[in-house]
């Protein structure tokens, strides 16, 4: 019954977005913000359709379809732009990888530890979540026929690359957070962040090597059409999701690397096909999980933070990213406004989500990571997608003035 419910809602909502199409992007509104509403509307703080257990009492469900959404979501971003483009961007999402990704964990550690006065470990926990940059819901502010017609080229690739990067990469960071809450040694920490990040890497260069050329095997004798070829991408990814899973490596990783070599192998118009994935990722796909996510979202959890959590909301989306890319807007070789909309539109989102889930799974953590973390992504979920319209239009306005 709940699911069926779920599924009305989530459809429903679809046949919405649909019909608004391309008019939806120029609007202060984004998917992930209209399905979060529709949950908090069906939910048991209103009208009581939907009833499930609150995020911080039940979360491994969450954490697997955080996990399958940002499979698919890292290989559309993989696959967004041709290979050349992406090797043309390596210094800066480098940067913003090595640098501001690492400085952003610590900013947000050491704001929560001052504003809910919590340990160093669970500061540490809640600061690695909450650095990775959201491709989710990056990418709803970088596709689309209105961003490319606000915003340049290079920078909806720069922060597309480096939102589908950092959702893998920041798994080192969350695994010695954990270390550092008491989880295990910090030796042991650093021994499976290596493994995992070197093992993500062999895995997603052999499989997009093997899909590519599978794919193109198939070309040649005939038995490969567009249809079938618009969804292959997606079920490598999900195979190779799976291949990370047996081997105990990082699986967001290996799929990244897997479209990258994928896009590398294949031909261009592979690549080009794959694009209504992206959009259908971006639109449609993330609906389900923003549903559900408004349904248990832990308002009394919430409510125990008190003004705190309301402070570390706005300490964390003011202070976590834009400073820094502020600061090294000349490393990063951005104009100032460029400087400001990426350092404003780094999101917080189902990468987080992802990461917050799996600290609790690995370790019974402080109830008040799951509190403080998910209120800052329903907070970004909003923040952002109401601001991604109006940003695109003030970039614009200050990159032709």
Known sequence: MLIDVLLLGAGVLALVVAALSGRLRRLPVSEPVLALGLGILLGPELLGVLTLPPLTEESAWLHTATRVLLAISVMA???????????ARLR???LLLAVVMPVMALVTAGLAAAVLGVGLGTAALIGAALCPTDPVLASSVVTGDPAEEDLPERDRQVLSLESGANDGLALPLVLVALAVAGARPLAGALLESLWQVAGAVLVGVLTGWLGARALRAGEAHGSTDPAPRLLFTAVLALTVLGVGGLLHVDGILAVFVCGL??????TGADRTDDAPIDE?????????LFLALGVVLPWSAWAGLGWAGGLLVVAVLLLRRLPVVWLLRR??????PDAAFLGWFGPIGVSALFYLTLEHERMH???????????????????HGVSGSPGR?????AARG
């Open 77 to 87: 971003v993989a696959l967004r732009y041709p290979f050349g483009d992406a090797r």
């Open 92 to 94: 800066p999402v480098l």
């Open 261 to 266: 070599v994928f896009s590398r192998v294949s």
């Open 365 to 383: 953590v402080d109830p008040v990571v799951l509190a403080a973390g998910s209120l800052v992504v329903a907070a970004s979920t909003v923040v």
């Open 331 to 336: 490393p990063l070789r951005l104009g100032r």
């Open 393 to 397: 239009v003030l970039y614009r306005r």
């Open 280 to 288: 259908a990722v971006n639109r449609f796909a993330v609906l389900p």
